[in-house]
């Protein structure tokens, strides 16, 4: 069952292959566009939390972080103790479907493919409830299958089925500058809430 002891154990036995060491080169391009620091930046499955770090180091100021790891969470709030500490960052020991707050974005990396595929409705249905009228979700999705799981993949037809009733799908499109081992097997998305 992929709960908080799963992912927990992941943690400590460091079984994260899906972990990369740095900010996707896709989503760091997308940081690098925006110009209002101030937005209010949710990461859920936020994992080691490279795109929150990349994000608080460009200076913006209003970064949450959810993941249901308890010993993850641990390690962030010391990593990230600094900016905790001034209130730019959050770090949130949660389980995401249990969460609430009010978004100007939410960035996808990597926890749409962790999640029990059955809960994907109720996912799309969720960003959509914790964006403002105007936010965005941005990220990445597998384009590809995957044989057991996690990671759990999928297809473009498949995500706009789920996030359609939504959301206005602006990009979903192959993504041009993923991680080498990731490369033809990721789509870019874009997508704004209705």
């Not at 292959?17 to 391009?29: I, N, R, T, Y």
């Not at 995401?96 to 994907?120: K, M, N, W």
Request: one cysteine or more.
């Amino acid at each position: 069952m992929l709960n908080e002891q799963y992912w927990s154990e992941r943690y400590a036995k460091s079984q994260t292959g899906w972990d990369v060491g740095k900010v996707s080169p896709a989503l760091k391009d997308y940081f690098d566009q925006l110009t209002t620091q101030s937005l209010s930046i949710l990461i859920p499955g936020c994992g080691n939390a490279y795109e929150a770090e990349y994000l608080l180091q460009q200076g913006f100021t209003d970064i949450t972080l959810i993941d249901i790891s308890g010993i993850l969470v641990q390690n962030l709030q010391e990593k990230l103790k600094d900016y905790i500490e001034k209130g730019v960052c959050r770090v949130i020991h949660q389980d995401f479907f249990e969460h609430s707050g009010s978004y100007d974005l939410i960035v996808e990396q990597t926890f749409f493919c962790a999640i029990d595929p059955t809960l994907r409705p109720k996912y799309a249905q969720k960003m959509s409830e914790l964006l403002k009228p105007t936010g965005r979700l941005v990220g990445l999705l597998f384009d590809r299958e995957f044989v057991g799981g996690p990671p759990f993949g999928g297809s473009k037809a498949e995500y706009i089925l789920y996030f359609s009733p939504y959301f206005d799908l602006k990009t979903i499109e192959r993504c041009t500058n993923s991680i080498p081992p990731r490369a033809g097997n990721e789509l870019f998305i874009n997508f704004l809430s209705k």
